[in-house]
Nanobody, 124 residues
Framework: QVQLVESGGGLVQAGGSLRLSCVASGRTLSSYTMGWFRQAPGKEREFVAGITRSGGSTYYTDSVKGRFTISRDNAKNTVYFQMNSLKPEDTAVYYC?????????????????WGQGTQVTVSS
């Protein structure tokens, strides 16, 4: 069993930055592929970024490439999500998720554990 807790969300103006953190407890994070998802009101939860167990490979949805960076520190059992050049359309609840699968998957059902989410609001 893994418990995930996100932090770092908030209100920011367009063009600003936020850094989200996801701390895991219960089991070592290095056993899991990690992903960040987001869900805006009235929309389905969507994959934003993922990172393999070692951190050697990362994947991003097209709309955030070049602006967002996912990273991990397995010694600290923490995954980070640096978000730069934020846009109003990035507004959503952001969730970190852990998957026991080796590859990064973009569908939510491939992930076994989820955090409670953190709200990110970008004003124009």
């Amino acid at each position: 069993q893994v418990q995930l807790v996100e932090s770092g969300g908030g209100l920011v103006q367009a063009g600003g930055s936020l850094r989200l953190s996801c701390v895991a407890s219960g089991r070592t994070l290095s056993s899991y592929t990690m992903g960040w998802f987001r869900q805006a009101p009235g929309k389905e939860r969507e994959f934003v970024a993922g990172i393999t167990r070692s951190g050697g490979s990362t994947y991003y949805t097209d709309s955030v490439k070049g602006r967002f960076t996912i990273s991990r520190d397995n010694a600290k059992n923490t995954v980070y999500f640096q978000m730069n050049s934020l846009k109003p359309e990035d507004t959503a609840v952001y969730y970190c998720a852990a998957s026991s699968r080796v590859a990064v998957h973009t569908t939510p059902y491939q992930y076994n554990y989820w955090g409670q989410g953190t709200q990110v609001t970008v004003s124009s």
